[in-house]
């Protein structure tokens, strides 16, 4: 039996050497097979490949961006300084904090039925400074912190902003009027 086997497998190498491709034939089927390379396609890849590499460095950016922000607020929220000014007038805390190279704002996301402003001061975010104002929500009694500071350069984008748990605050943080704002809680 074994002998058949390999008689059989002598009788299939013999016929398969036998069948060989013309040159014309080989060289048709190896055209087949080699890539288009032509110019455009490359760029056009390149293109494509640098776009979502530029693309996930900035995202990651503004994203570490945000996040170092939050914290630097969730970290002035756990301070817990005094406050500078006293008044439930917002004119009068704009009139205290003069030196801010921007006004503050009534935002419309905290409306004056819901929020009663308690004070504020001055601080700082991404090294600038900023205005560290107590809110308190009427309808539960609680007070929160509220920053106001010029949008850095580097977040002035559409990208939508939410909440951030940072060491155990909640740091919601939106654009309006041309300012970053964050409420902590």
Same mark, same amino acid.
């Not at 630097?72 to 190279?101: C, G, P, T, W």
């Not at 929020?115 to 007070?143: F, M, P, T």
């Not at 106001?148 to 002035?156: S, T, W």
């Not at 951030?164 to 654009?175: A, H, N, Y």
């Given at each position: 039996m074994n002998k058949n086997k390999e008689t059989f497998k002598d009788a299939l190498i013999e016929e398969f050497e036998q069948k060989k491709l013309s040159e014309a034939q080989l060289s048709k089927l190896q055209s087949l097979g080699k890539p288009n390379k032509s110019p455009v396609r490359l760029l056009s890849s390149l293109a494509? &490949? #640098?776009? #979502?590499?530029? !693309? #996930? /460095?900035?995202f990651t950016g503004w994203s570490q961006g945000y996040q170092r922000i939050a914290a630097e607020i969730a970290y002035n929220h756990n301070s817990q300084m005094q406050m500078e000014v +006293? !008044? %439930?007038v917002f %004119?009068? =805390?704009q009139h205290y904090l003069n030196r801010l190279d921007f006004s503050l704002i009534a935002s419309e996301q905290l409306p004056a039925n819901v929020w009663r402003i308690i004070g504020g001061r001055y601080c700082s =975010? %991404?090294?600038k400074i900023a205005a560290q104002l +107590? &809110?308190?929500n009427k309808e539960n009694g609680d007070v929160y912190t509220l920053y106001q500071a010029k949008l850095p350069d580097m977040l002035d984008s559409e990208k939508e902003l %939410? !909440? /951030?748990v940072v060491d155990g605050v909640e740091v919601k943080l939106w654009r309006e009027n041309g300012l970053l704002l964050g409420l902590a809680k």
């Amino acid at each position: 039996m074994n002998k058949n086997k390999e008689t059989f497998k002598d009788a299939l190498i013999e016929e398969f050497e036998q069948k060989k491709l013309s040159e014309a034939q080989l060289s048709k089927l190896q055209s087949l097979g080699k890539p288009n390379k032509s110019p455009v396609r490359l760029l056009s890849s390149l293109a494509a &490949v #640098l776009l #979502l590499c530029t !693309s #996930l /460095i900035i995202f990651t950016g503004w994203s570490q961006g945000y996040q170092r922000i939050a914290a630097e607020i969730a970290y002035n929220h756990n301070s817990q300084m005094q406050m500078e000014v +006293k !008044s %439930d007038v917002f %004119d009068d =805390i704009q009139h205290y904090l003069n030196r801010l190279d921007f006004s503050l704002i009534a935002s419309e996301q905290l409306p004056a039925n819901v929020w009663r402003i308690i004070g504020g001061r001055y601080c700082s =975010i %991404d090294g600038k400074i900023a205005a560290q104002l +107590k &809110v308190e929500n009427k309808e539960n009694g609680d007070v929160y912190t509220l920053y106001q500071a010029k949008l850095p350069d580097m977040l002035d984008s559409e990208k939508e902003l %939410d !909440s /951030i748990v940072v060491d155990g605050v909640e740091v919601k943080l939106w654009r309006e009027n041309g300012l970053l704002l964050g409420l902590a809680k």
